[in-house]
């Protein structure tokens, strides 16, 4: 018999309803986890309001989940009952399936049987995302735990899905020494991506963000010049401080029009600058005027 508990879902915009759901006994590498923190991601917004391209009403919200193990599959070698851990992923994609060519290697992104250990529907639909971070339990698999320090606290190791998704980003970028950047946005995001970034190298990094106290955090954690695009042409400041150049990287954490078509205006696009620019925030609609 599996764990019953109520979890909040998004059955209809701007609106959450709880619902009486029910999560299965854990497969054989698949742990059950009580949810002790689970943050409000700016995607978790977009799905409120029905916004989300990648998750349809009804869809749930909260992915970025610290919590404690409650049961364990029979083939879980590296979790207990009882362990303070880090979830990577609630809700927000399929599971590894712990067997595979990958799996065994270490490697279960590329899990080539990935699969749900459970679902819910709501008036015949599928409800997206589930289970939610913001419910009591949710389940995944154990290559998806990470233990945490007893000195963590649940809500800091929460904060590692913000981490793990902006050193993806400056990874992918391959920004390092010898890069310069641009952050546009400086909200958390934006500003874990200005700290990930100096750590790999890249320097300099210009902030671009129209809320006073963001860019003087954004300074503190050091930012080599900061612009107010409320008060300056951010993409002129830019060329100014690059000598025209622009930037080799754009990440682009605002997710929206305005402030990407400035993105794109201040990357190297000169013989030879070969700039990028990334979009790290989420539009909620399509838009074709780029």
Known sequence: MGIKFKTPIVAEPNKFSWFDVELPNPGPYEVIFRNKACLICGSDLHSYKGLHPFAP?????GHEVAGEVVEIGSKVTTLTVGDRVY????????????????CVRGNPRRCVNPHKSTSFKIGGKVVSRFPSGFGEYSINHEARAYK????????????????????????????????????????PIGLR??????????????????????????????????????????????????????????????????????????????????????????????????
Request: charge should be negative.
């Open 57 to 61: 009403i009804p869809t749930c919200t």
């Open 87 to 102: 979830v990577a992923g609630t809700g927000a994609g399929t599971m590894p399936c712990g067997q595979c060519f990958y």
């Open 148 to 187: 945490i320090p007893d000195d963590v606290s649940f809500y800091e190791a929460a904060t590692t899905t913000d981490v793990a998704y902006v050193t993806g980003v400056v990874i992918r970028s391959e920004g390092g020494i010898g890069n310069s950047a641009v952050v546009i946005g400086a909200g």
């Open 193 to 290: 991506t200005l700290e990930v970034a100096k750590a790999a190298g890249v320097s300099p990094i210009f902030v671009s963000e129209p809320v006073d106290y963001r860019l003087k955090k954004a300074k503190e954690l050091g930012a080599d010049a900061v612009i107010n695009p409320m008060e300056e042409d951010p993409v002129k400041r830019v060329m100014e401080l690059t000598d025209g150049a622009g930037v080799d990287i754009v990440y682009d954490v605002a997710g929206n029009l305005r402030a990407t078509q400035q993105g794109l205006d201040m990357v190297n696009t000169r013989i030879g600058g070969a700039g990028r620019i990334y979009l790290m925030g989420l539009y909620e609609a399509p838009n074709n005027n780029l």
